[in-house]
T-cell receptor
Framework: DGGITQSPKYLFRKEGQNVTLSCEQN?????MYWYRQDPGQGLRLIYY???????QKGDIAEGYSVSREKKESFPLTVTSAQKNPTAFYLC???????????FGQGTRLTVV | RKEVEQDPGPFNVPEGATVAFNCTYS??????FFWYRQDCRKEPKLLMS???SGNEDGRFTAQLNRASQYISLLIRDSKLSDSATYLC????????FGAGTTVTVRA
C-alpha cells in the first residue's frame, strides 16, 4: 500500500540531545513538508522540500535541520538549539500538481 | 497578521443542526483553498477543496469570497461523527494552515 510513514510514534528526549524524526513516503511525491502542531496553534511549517537535494526554511526553522538525499525520505533533526521542542510533529507529501497533502500519523516528541 | 485565521470555536451543536464557520486569509495572491479535518491526536485529512463558484460534497458546502478574502464551511444535518477540528488551508507556493475550528456534535 502506498503511503507516508513517520517513526517513531512517541519519542522522549533529554534536554541537550539531538533527535531525528523519520519520514518516508512511497507515493512518488516530489514535495515533502514538516509541520509542528502545538495545542490551539494549528500547524506551523518548519521546512519543506520541492525536489531532491533542495529544501527551504519554513516559518519556524530555528533549531531544526533536514536533509533530502532521496525522494522517498525527508528526516527532521530537532537540535539542542530548539528551546521548546515538545510538540506533535507531522510530515506531509504531495504531488507537484496536486493540491492534496497526505500526512503521516505524526510523532509526539516530549522533552524530559 | 497571520496568513490564515479561523474562529477557534468550539461550536457545540445538537445532532441534525446546521453549523457554519469562516476562515480569512491575508495574501490576495493565494491560489487554492481547502478544508481539512483533524480528529483528536490524529493527522489531518483532506475534507474538500474550495472552488470559486462554491461546491458541495454531501452535507458539506464550501464557499470562497476572493473580494473579502474568506472561505466558509457549512455542515448540514450534523452527525456525531462530524465532531472534529476543521482546518482551513490556503495554498500559494506552500500550504498555510489555520489553527482550526473545533466542532462538537452532541446527541
Amino acid at each position: 500500500d502506498g503511503g507516508i510513514t513517520q517513526s517513531p510514534k512517541y519519542l522522549f528526549r533529554k534536554e541537550g540531545q539531538n533527535v531525528t524524526l523519520s519520514c518516508e513516503q512511497n507515493l512518488n511525491h516530489d514535495a515533502m513538508y514538516w509541520y509542528r502542531q502545538d495545542p490551539g496553534q494549528g500547524l506551523r511549517l518548519i521546512y519543506y522540500s520541492q525536489i531532491v537535494n533542495d529544501f527551504q526554511k519554513g516559518d519556524i526553522a530555528e533549531g531544526y535541520s533536514v536533509s533530502r538525499e532521496k525522494k522517498e525520505s525527508f528526516p527532521l533533526t530537532v537540535t539542542s538549539a530548539q528551546k521548546n521542542p515538545t510538540a506533535f510533529y507531522l510530515c506531509a507529501s504531495r504531488h507537484g500538481t496536486s493540491p492534496e497533502a497526505f500526512f503521516g500519523q505524526g510523532t509526539r516528541l516530549t522533552v524530559v | 497578521r497571520k496568513e490564515v485565521e479561523q474562529d477557534p470555536g468550539p461550536f457545540n451543536v445538537p445532532e441534525g443542526a446546521t453549523v457554519a464557520f469562516n476562515c480569512t486569509y491575508s495574501n490576495s495572491a493565494s491560489q487554492s483553498f481547502f478544508w481539512y479535518r483533524q480528529d483528536c491526536r490524529k493527522e489531518p485529512k483532506l475534507l474538500m477543496s474550495v472552488y470559486s463558484s462554491g461546491n458541495e460534497d454531501g452535507r458539506f458546502t464550501a464557499q470562497l469570497n476572493r473580494a473579502s478574502q474568506y472561505i466558509s464551511l457549512l455542515i448540514r444535518d450534523s452527525k456525531l461523527s462530524d465532531s472534529a477540528t476543521y482546518l482551513c488551508v490556503v495554498n500559494l507556493y506552500k500550504l498555510s494552515f489555520g489553527a482550526g475550528t473545533t466542532v462538537t456534535v452532541r446527541a
